[in-house]
Nanobody, 119 residues
Framework: QVQLVESGGGLVQAGGSLRLSCAAS????????LGWFRQAPGKEREFVAA????????YYADSVKGRFTMSRDNAKNTVYLQMNSLKPEDTAVYYC????????????WGQGTQVTVSS
């Protein structure tokens, strides 16, 4: 059973930084693409970033390009999201998700970690 556990959320002032981590278990980590998504109160969940099995290709939402960096450590079964220059509109619950290589959808999700950016 795939388990994803996020950590690293918190309260930060605008312009600050946070690094989220997502530790994975119950899967062959290098066989999965990993993604970060977020959901703000009253809004739909939205894509933030995703990376393939090797971490060689990473994709970002336009709203976070140049500020967020996603990386993965296959030796530690962990994926990270470094968030810099945070804005109040980045406030959301951030979720980690996994997608088996070749599959269409992200099928396993973590419980989420709250990120709050104060102005």
């Amino acid at each position: 059973q795939v388990q994803l556990v996020e950590s690293g959320g918190g309260l930060v002032q605008a312009g600050g930084s946070l690094r989220l981590s997502c530790a994975a278990s119950g899967l062959t980590f290098s066989s999965y693409a990993l993604g970060w998504f977020r959901q703000a109160p009253g809004k739909e969940r939205e894509f933030v970033a995703a990376t393939g099995w090797s971490g060689g290709s990473t994709y970002y939402a336009d709203s976070v390009k140049g500020r967020f960096t996603m990386s993965r450590d296959n030796a530690k079964n962990t994926v990270y999201l470094q968030m810099n220059s945070l804005k109040p509109e980045d406030t959301a619950v951030y979720y980690c998700a996994s997608r088996l290589n070749g599959a269409a959808d992200f099928s396993s999700w973590g419980q989420g970690t709250q990120v709050t950016v104060s102005s």
